[in-house]
């Protein structure tokens, strides 16, 4: 499989979970887990996702609130 091919499956795999792990990806493509490193650091370099520790997150295209409460004093 080809990398566009393969991050194309990544993206929809995280736009219908949310969440994926590298783990899961290395087991369904059957490839090396420094393979999906490469490809999360290029997907999140091109701001398509956003990487966690053991994985990655769909990023949120609506421009909405991320959640965080900005307004807050600590």
Not at 25 to 38: A, G, N, S, Y
């Amino acid at each position: 499989m080809k990398k566009q091919e393969r991050q194309a499956k990544i993206l929809a795999i995280l736009k219908e979970k949310g969440e994926i792990h590298t783990s899961t990806l290395c087991r369904e493509f059957d490839i090396v887990e420094m393979t999906i490193r490469r490809d999360f650091m290029e997907m999140e370099r091109r701001k398509e996702i956003i990487r966690t520790h053991g994985g990655a997150i769909a990023v949120e295209k609506k421009g909405g609130r991320c959640g965080y409460p900005f307004n807050k004093t600590f």
